[in-house]
């Protein structure tokens, strides 16, 4: 599977959650509704998606694209602000106060990051890159994915040295951390290969 047919289907899994989302009860009617378990899967699959395009990805459209800094660089921006976002989702509760308004900021925020990945980045990667490379980034993408943390990190810098090193230990963490609490079977299935 090609690189951006890999991201967009992780893409179109977290758009469906956020159709979910965008009616979820808020104050004590979000205690009791599940609320937690989908916003758990939102953070778990936002959290893999964006490591590894922040060590994959952004990258290989830095090096691709005479303007691919400053399109990586906007990424990386939006993607931290989801990160804090996201963060907060983790720390909070279902009801609390704040935590409503934190899930509908990111969805908006998640919504606008997709369409400009989609809409500006891709087009651009897509006429500057042959198939066999996107092919041969969407395995690095795939196997990546299979060790991403699973937590947002927003304090670890998105650096693609800093995320293969000290990221890849954040991610065997999170994954202990997920299989003692039983948070690894809130964990969204990966894209299907075909």
Same mark, same amino acid.
């Given at each position: 599977?090609?690189?951006?047919?890999? %991201?967009?289907?992780?893409?179109?899994?977290?758009?469906?959650?956020?159709?979910?989302?965008?009616?979820?009860?808020?104050?004590?009617?979000? !205690?009791?509704?599940? %609320?937690?378990? +989908?916003?758990?899967?939102?953070?778990?699959?936002?959290?893999?998606?964006?490591?590894?395009?922040?060590?994959?990805?952004?990258?290989?459209?830095?090096?691709?694209? =005479? !303007?691919?800094?400053?399109? /990586?660089?906007?990424?990386?921006?939006?993607?931290?602000?989801?990160?804090? %976002? %996201?963060?907060? &989702? =983790? *720390?909070? =509760? @279902?009801? !609390? #106060?704040?935590?409503?308004?934190? &899930?509908?900021?990111?969805?908006?925020?998640?919504?606008?990051?997709?369409?400009?990945?989609? *809409?500006?980045?891709? #087009?651009?990667?897509?006429?500057?890159?042959?198939?066999? =490379?996107?092919?041969?980034?969407?395995?690095?993408?795939?196997?990546? $994915?299979?060790? /991403? @943390?699973?937590?947002?990190? #927003?304090?670890?810098? @998105?650096?693609? /040295?800093?995320? $293969?090193? +000290?990221?890849?230990?954040?991610?065997?963490?999170?994954?202990?951390?997920? /299989?003692?609490?039983?948070?690894?079977?809130?964990? @969204? #299935?990966?894209?299907?290969?075909?």
């Amino acid at each position: 599977m090609d690189a951006l047919t890999f %991201l967009r289907q992780d893409h179109q899994s977290v758009l469906g959650m956020f159709e979910v989302l965008d009616g979820a009860p808020s104050g004590t009617g979000a !205690e009791i509704s599940g %609320l937690r378990t +989908m916003v758990t899967n939102l953070i778990i699959a936002e959290s893999q998606h964006e490591a590894i395009e922040e060590q994959i990805f952004w990258p290989a459209v830095r090096d691709a694209l =005479e !303007e691919g800094n400053a399109l /990586a660089d906007k990424a990386i921006e939006q993607e931290q602000a989801g990160k804090e %976002l %996201l963060q907060q &989702l =983790e *720390d909070g =509760e @279902p009801g !609390e #106060p704040g935590y409503h308004e934190a &899930l509908q900021q990111f969805v908006h925020a998640g919504r606008d990051h997709i369409a400009y990945e989609q *809409d500006v980045v891709w #087009p651009l990667f897509q006429a500057a890159v042959a198939q066999d =490379e996107l092919v041969k980034l969407g395995a690095k993408l795939e196997a990546a $994915k299979k060790i /991403a @943390p699973t937590r947002p990190h #927003p304090d670890t810098p @998105p650096q693609p /040295a800093v995320l $293969k090193t +000290m990221g890849m230990a954040t991610a065997v963490v999170d994954h202990v951390r997920d /299989a003692a609490s039983g948070r690894a079977a809130d964990n @969204p #299935p990966d894209p299907q290969i075909h």
